[in-house]
């Protein structure tokens, strides 16, 4: 069975830092693109970052670009989003997602998020 | 950035209603088009992809069509359990922009 289990989300202040992990398991990770999702309470999802299996290609919605950095360890079947500058509009869930297949393909698999709260 | 625009936003059904929602792309995204659906409090579920390929699971009740820019998410009966919000994703390049949702409600 697949499954995605986040951590690392809390309570942070404007301007702080906070490090996502997402570790997947029942699957060969290292052979699939993950992406990191959030959704806004009461909003709608919002795709942030996608990774490729090999974690040579990146790429970011422009709302996050500079501020926050995807990366993942194959070794440790594990995906991390690294947030700085962080604002109180980054206060939302914050989801990992595995692609279907590799290529170009929707995200099939979702964790079941973690919530991160920027506020002083 | 290719922007996805959903309509409507919400829209009020009863059961075994026929519903349908739009999605436009602002450029040609080919087939590569997906609908979800999103129960209050639960996770995004993948409901379709490549514009009309229904994923495993999922009843027969949906389906997708269209192409290029244009795309429609269709329940041809609607049930109980299809109460939800439902957004279209474009994911033939990064960033895999989603539309803003429309948000099914019951009559």
């Known amino acids: 069975e697949v499954q995605l289990v986040e951590s690392g989300g809390g309570l942070v202040q404007p301007g702080g830092s906070l490090r996502l992990s997402c570790v997947g398991s029942g699957f060969s990770f290292s052979t699939y693109e993950m992406n990191w999702v959030r959704q806004a309470p009461g909003k709608g999802l919002e795709y942030l970052a996608y990774?490729?299996?090999?974690?040579?290609?990146?790429y970011y919605a422009d709302s996050i670009k500079g501020r926050f950095t995807v990366s993942r360890d194959n070794a440790k079947n594990s995906l991390f989003l690294q947030m700085d500058s962080l604002r109180a509009d980054d206060t939302a869930i914050y989801y990992c997602?595995?692609?279907?297949?590799?290529?170009?393909?929707?995200?099939?698999?979702w964790g079941q998020g973690t919530l991160v709260t920027v506020s002083s | 950035d290719i922007q996805m625009t959903q309509s409507p936003s919400s829209l009020s059904a009863s059961v075994g209603d026929r519903v349908t929602i739009t999605c436009r792309a602002s450029?040609?995204?080919?087939?590569?088009l997906a609908w979800y659906q999103q129960k209050p409090g639960k996770v995004p579920k993948l409901l379709i992809y490549d514009v009309s390929t229904l994923q495993s699971g999922v009843p027969s009740r949906f389906s997708g069509s269209g192409s290029g820019t244009d795309f429609t998410l269709t329940i041809s009966s609607l049930q109980p359990e299809d109460f939800a919000t439902y957004y279209c994703q474009r994911y033939n390049s990064a960033p895999r922009t989603f539309g803003q949702g429309t948000r099914v409600e019951i009559k």
């Open positions: 990774i490729g299996h090999d974690g040579r290609t990146e």
């Open positions: 450029q040609g995204i080919s087939h590569y």
């Open positions: 997602a595995r692609d279907m297949w590799g290529g170009a393909t929707p995200q099939e698999y």
